[in-house]
């Protein structure tokens, strides 16, 4: 149990201690931590060499919880995730030998680039919180937050993940390439050694469950929550989609907008934490038909033309 400082001024340090490993990415940054708060799964998604993996095991290490990393390849079986049963010949029986996914938080790298049927053994655990293994329902560890990296799908040896799959992911980020300068400073910072070898705990797991309560307690209006019901059919009604947002992902969204606010000082949501956060609560549960997706239409760009059009309650 970490003592002497309050739950809210860690989260400052923990930010702080994020930004000496990701430089020049503070927005990135702000929104992790806000996924954390809000019980949200995270998807991390980016070419290779930015520092996606880096900022997961440093959020990681940040939490004085039970961390499991898991390099997804095409020969990871979903076994290798869940767990088995192991034959005791002593014994003469079987015993449950937990996998990876019985942690506080996963780290899923390079989630895309195992085969569809290993991927979906996050399903259930994603969104329940439980894994069935071998016809027995095992409850994980609370919290439990999975944290995932991947490559874009134009890259080899990827594969899409399932709408099933992108659609317990409570926000996609990306990092993007630094700025010059901040690149020559990544440079220098990493001349003795790499800063994620000085990120030490700053949250325990009792104190994330604390700070997670708080944050629901934030009052959200019901002409707001109305608004976020609109932007869903909107998305469900647009001509350039085959599916638009699932009731999972307004609810997802809600808890986020709750956590920006909480995270802001206020005990309210406004309509500006919606429109900050929808680009990146919604636009990768969308599916576009095939006559946009091969014009080059972007789903950030429909999400926030949805803000744009869709009028806020008064």
Not at 223 to 232: E, F, G, V
């Amino acid at each position: 149990m970490l003592t002497g400082v309050g739950d809210r001024e860690r989260l400052a340090e923990l930010k702080a201690q994020l930004g000496k490993v990701i430089l020049g990415k503070p927005q990135v940054i702000d929104r992790l931590v806000m996924a954390l708060v809000s019980g949200s799964h995270v998807l991390i998604e980016d070419v290779p060499g930015v520092g996606k993996t880096t900022l997961a095991k440093a959020l990681a290490r940040s939490i004085a919880g039970d961390f499991k990393r898991v390099q997804f390849t095409p020969d990871l079986l979903p076994t290798d995730i869940l767990g088995s049963s192991v034959y005791n010949p002593k014994e003469g029986s079987f015993s449950f030998k937990p996998g990876p996914i019985f942690a506080n938080v996963l780290l899923a790298d390079e989630i895309n680039r195992a085969s569809p049927r290993t991927q979906s053994a996050l399903l259930e655990a994603m969104s329940e919180r439980q894994a069935s293994i071998e016809g027995v329902t095992h409850p994980l560890p609370s919290p439990f937050l999975v944290i995932a990296t991947q490559n874009p799908i134009e890259f080899h040896g990827t594969y899409p993940l399932p709408e099933a799959q992108l659609d317990r992911f409570g926000m996609r980020l990306s990092l993007g390439y630094p700025e010059p300068e901040r690149e020559v400073d990544v440079l220098f910072s990493q001349f003795h050694h790499h800063p994620i070898d000085d990120v030490t705990p700053v949250l325990d797991a009792a104190a994330v469950l604390r700070l997670r309560a708080e944050s629901r307690a934030t009052r959200v209006d019901r002409r707001l929550a109305r608004y976020l019901i609109d932007l869903a059919d909107a998305s469900r009604k647009h001509p350039s989609l085959r599916m638009g947002c699932s009731t999972r992902g307004m609810l997802s969204l809600f808890h986020i907008v709750q956590a920006r606010a909480y995270l802001d000082g206020r005990d309210f949501v406004i309509p500006e934490d919606v429109k900050a956060e929808a680009p990146h609560a919604l636009a990768h549960r969308l599916a576009l038909d095939t006559k946009a997706k091969y014009s080059g239409v972007r789903k950030e760009d429909i999400v926030r033309e949805m803000l744009d059009s869709v009028p806020v309650g008064v």
